[in-house]
């Protein structure tokens, strides 16, 4: 059983910063991605960031230069730092884990990011 443990959602204000952490856990296999997505309501859900084993990453447009994906392979936990958050950002953010040639896929129940003043 693989299980996903996030933290550090809540309320912001505009411009603020925000660090989400991810924690996996159970029987996982070691070369996988890891990464955030988010959905508000109304919309599908969309990628935010995801980094490889060996740090490739990749970025949705709309967060490229704000937002930093970052991981600690020894604690299988995912970082996302966000920085100059707009109210557009609000979403549910997940947690997701992936491997595998199908691939595998694994998903946190989500965390909620508020851009309020």
């Known amino acids: 059983q693989v299980q996903l443990a996030e933290s550090g959602g809540g309320l912001v204000q505009p411009g603020g910063s925000l660090r989400l952490s991810c924690a996996a856990s159970g029987s996982i296999f070691s070369p996988n991605t890891m990464g955030w997505y988010r959905q508000v309501p109304g919309k599908q859900r969309e990628l935010v960031a995801t980094i490889a084993i060996f740090g490739i990453t990749n970025y949705a447009d709309s967060v490229q230069g704000r937002f930093t994906i970052s991981r600690d392979n020894a604690k299988s936990t995912v970082y996302l730092q966000m920085n100059s958050l707009k109210p557009e950002d609000t979403a549910v953010y997940y947690c997701?884990?992936?491997?595998?040639?199908?691939?595998?896929?694994?998903w946190g129940k989500g965390t909620l990011v508020t851009v309020s003043s």
């Open positions: 997701n884990l992936k491997w595998g040639a199908r691939p595998v896929d694994y």
